[in-house]
């Protein structure tokens, strides 16, 4: 294995110019200040002190930014994530009592092991080459998590901003009757404090988006803060933050029960977060031309979640704010992301003594500014209008969002996914082409009625077979009498598909339908030949093209003639047989009619008897239906003998009055020696061409050969 492969960043570093380090510096510097009030801000809604935010700025950072794929990707706490870590300590029990209610120094130890455990999830499934699983979870899924998870989070900071005293509560139903019982108690001072910070927030952004908004107005109310001494009329502050290297943190000693009962929240965090950072990098990577990895994105991100568990921080994951403001700001690589990192310390250490002062509400009213950019008006309309299916996993993805926890609100949103992805694999789609089609644009003239053209775009099951039989036996007002079945758009096929295919070419050639495959793909055509289908198909019954199969179809159906339940098909070579057999005197026994016809030289009757019937070009409608001639009703006959056999001058008494009957019934007149299948017959095996054979001519009337 080469040595890029497992340290990624060593291709960046060997590139790596001064130009870079000067770009990547001023965009970290441009990035840190809003990262660590960002972070601050979801440690309050993890429901932990925000100095853990904070760490989790530090080295989980720089080691997503080194061992990712994205050179944009800016790792840390968000919002979504944060709230699952909230939802999981309001909702799993250690020894009886929710990790909430535990002392600050035991629930943290659980959350720095969550943060453990789901970094091992992320970097086993990045070694799995497990990438490209978060593109099974539908746009709908996450746009529902997204809106729902911004509802938590704003009802979840309504308390804090009203200065309402009392532990918060999980669940957003319970947040609002705990705000409404509690609105008697509200804080003026704290309403105040949270109105000015958004104000300010939002008239800051206006001035640059490189420009630190949130710091700036976090700034100007803590100083306000300060000067009022706003602690004196109830207004909760942040508190001392220590001014140290994050301590080294170690998660709770093994517990098999409390390895199972943190399990199932950090599968979901790993899923979210492997969900959120493949989006983003995707994004980015799309925007600047990047190739993007989408497993070695989840091992940094693993990486990054590790180092959190053992450095006293969150766990995280890709944050979109971010890591757009490094691409906006001018960072040319990954170093930049590292930078911000490494900055976060030292900022930690000048502004600690800063953020004592700083009032709860105020990050209160950052996080309502974070809730409200979080729902996407136009995302949520798109999938209202698009299509049945989306609307119900968006309103049942939302929904759980607000009535069930987190956790369970994204494994419900994972399932409803997958669902949906098997469905519309299931049921790729069938539709029946009509003649303004693009596709039959330039299909050839004249063709005659009767040729229904089908389309399976997608891949080939079952559910696609039986749609196709749905739509070819509905359509009463316009019978098929022959299907054409393109197939130049399956792009899989399997051993299922293609035995409903051939279930579904025998129950219409048991109807007297024929029909002929239109094979583009080489790959589809390959299983076609290795499960034998194309072996009971001659030429003249598989194309390459629409415009070849539908030539076909018409060169078929001019010379077939049906009425009721007969068709006469055209078989090449039986015309000769036919007249040899009546030139001889030897009529055909059993179910064969009588042939007459101009008797030719006994080496040509022995080569007609020996090629009875030949399975090529337009025969191949006889040859391959499903039945064998033992169970068919058959009529061989000549239809320019039958017309002479009805000519007055004819007196061989020796014609037999069969092909006048049959020929009565049917057209009147069919080019060449024909079989008439009578049904509807139940469908049988499909026979090889050499199995199609007529009714052996006795040894004693075969002529001698000549010496």
Request: hydrophobic letters at 50%; charged letters at 15%.
């Amino acid at each position: 294995m080469r040595l890029t492969g497992i340290f990624p960043f060593l291709t960046t570093l060997k590139a790596y110019t001064p130009l870079d380090f000067r770009a990547d510096l001023m965009a970290a510097i441009t990035v840190t200040p809003m990262a660590v009030p960002q972070a601050m801000a979801y440690a309050i809604i993890a429901g932990v002190h925000p100095q853990y935010g904070i760490y989790a700025c530090m080295l989980p950072v720089v080691l997503a930014a080194l061992w990712g794929s994205s050179r944009f990707m800016a790792a840390g706490p968000t919002n979504a994530i944060s709230m699952v870590i909230f939802s999981t300590m309001a909702t799993v029990s250690v020894g009886g009592v929710h990790i909430l209610n535990l002392p600050e120094e035991v629930r943290m130890t659980y959350i720095f092991g969550l943060a453990l455990f789901c970094g091992l999830i992320q970097v086993g499934m990045g070694l799995a080459r497990l990438g490209d699983l978060a593109n099974f979870i539908s746009h709908s899924v996450m746009v529902a998590f997204t809106t729902g998870a911004a509802l938590l989070i704003g009802m979840g900071q309504i308390k804090t901003v009203l200065g309402i005293p009392g532990p918060k509560k999980a669940g957003f139903f319970h947040q609002i009757f705990d705000v409404l019982h509690g609105l008697p108690q509200a804080n003026f001072w704290c309403v105040g404090l949270a109105a000015l910070t958004i104000v300010l927030a939002i008239s800051f952004k206006r001035v640059s988006r490189r420009f630190p908004a949130s710091l700036a107005a976090l700034a100007v109310v803590t100083a306000i803060a300060w000067y009022f001494k706003v602690d004196q009329y109830g207004v909760r502050l942040v508190g001392i933050i220590p001014n140290v290297i994050p301590p080294l943190s170690v998660p709770p000693a093994f517990d098999l029960s409390a390895v199972r009962d943190l399990f199932m929240p950090a599968l979901a965090l790993a899923l979210l977060g492997t969900v959120e950072s493949l989006a983003i990098g995707k994004q980015l990577a799309s925007v600047k031309n990047d190739n993007f990895d989408g497993s070695q994105e989840l091992i940094g991100q693993g990486l990054a979640n590790m180092a959190a568990g053992v450095t006293s921080g969150i766990p995280g994951c890709g944050s979109f704010t971010r890591s757009a403001l490094m691409v906006t700001s001018g960072g040319h690589t990954r170093m930049g992301t590292v930078f911000s990192g490494v900055l976060a310390l030292p900022m930690l250490f000048v502004l600690a003594p800063f953020f004592a002062w700083l009032p709860l509400p105020a990050l209160g009213g950052i996080l309502l500014i974070i809730a409200v950019g979080m729902i996407d008006i136009e995302a949520i309309r798109l999938c209202l209008v698009a299509t049945r299916i989306d609307r119900i996993v968006l309103s049942m993805t939302f929904a759980s969002t607000l009535v069930f926890d987190l956790e369970k609100a994204i494994f419900i949103g994972v399932l409803l996914s997958l669902v949906l992805f098997i469905y519309k694999t299931a049921h790729p789609r069938v539709r029946r082409l009509r003649p303004n089609d693009p596709l039959l644009r330039d299909a050839p003239a004249g063709l005659p009625d009767g040729i229904a053209v089908y389309v399976i775009e997608g891949t080939l099951f079952f559910g696609a077979i039986h749609e196709l039989e749905r739509q070819l036996y509905e359509e009463d007002e316009e019978p098929a009498r022959l299907v054409v079945l393109h197939l130049s758009r399956v792009f899989w096929l399997d051993a299922s598909g293609a035995y409903a295919l051939s279930q579904f070419v025998e129950r219409c050639y048991s109807r007297s339908i024929p029909v002929i495959l239109v094979v583009g793909s080489r790959s589809v055509r390959r299983i076609l030949e290795r499960t034998g289908i194309l072996d009971h198909l001659s030429n003249g019954f598989v194309a390459e093209t629409t415009n070849d199969g539908l030539r076909q179809a018409a060169a078929l159906l001019n010379r077939v003639a049906c009425r009721d339940d007969e068709c006469v098909y055209p078989v090449p070579g039986l015309a000769a047989l036919a007249a040899s057999a009546a030139s001889s005197g030897a009529g055909a026994s059993g179910q064969m009619g009588t042939a007459s016809g101009p008797a030719e030289d006994p080496a040509a009757d022995a080569k007609s008897a020996s090629a009875v019937m030949e399975a090529t070009e337009a025969g191949a409608a006889a040859s391959t239906a499903p039945t064998q001639l033992d169970q068919m009703s058959l009529d061989i006959h000549d239809a320019d003998a039958a017309h002479t056999a009805q000519s007055p001058n004819n007196t061989d008494s020796g014609a037999s009055p069969a092909p006048k009957a049959q020929a009565g019934a049917m057209s009147d007149h069919v080019a060449e020696a024909s079989i008439t299948i009578v049904g509807p017959r139940q469908p049988a095996a499909f026979p090889g061409s050499d199995e199609l054979q007529g009714p052996s001519v006795p040894e004693a009337d075969q002529p001698t050969p000549q010496k």
